[in-house]
């Protein structure tokens, strides 16, 4: 990633991020777990942009692909043009039946790690934003 100039943005939820991410990865989740439930992250805008200039070449994953995609129909409209999709996630496309057709992130032997690097997690980079 750093090679390209890419640093990947996972959207997925804070407690997803936490069992296990790509590693150097930022964690900004397109939703929130609360109280009343899973519900969109009204900061998510936000925090992404006092966490990266329009202009950064940002590679945008989930858990499967589908966060990933609706968090990119958001970054576009707000100036993002350099961001692309980690289509099959960090788990992996699967069919209706639960069969895998296309792996993830950690399927693929890419690295993974469990503890975020410094500033890189949602508590963190909430703060900027």
């Not at 100039?5 to 296990?20: K, P």
């Not at 980690?86 to 992996?92: C, H, L």
Request: glycine fraction near 12%; include cysteine; charged fraction near 20%.
């Amino acid at each position: 990633m750093v090679e390209s100039g890419y640093v990947y943005l996972d959207v997925r939820t804070v407690e997803e991020f936490a069992q296990g991410h790509p590693q150097g990865a930022y964690n900004v989740p397109l939703r929130l777990r609360t109280a009343q439930g899973t519900q969109d992250n009204p900061r998510f805008l936000a925090v992404v942009a006092a966490a990266f200039a329009p202009d950064q070449k940002l590679i945008v994953g989930c858990q499967s692909g589908s966060r990933s995609a609706a968090a990119l129909k958001q970054l576009g409209p707000a100036g993002y043009l350099h961001a692309i999709e980690q289509r099959a996630g960090y788990a992996g496309r699967r069919d209706a039946f639960g069969r895998p057709l296309e792996p993830g992130w950690q399927a693929a032997g890419l690295p993974c790690a469990t503890e975020p690097l410094a500033g890189r997690d949602y508590a963190a980079l909430s703060q900027r934003g």
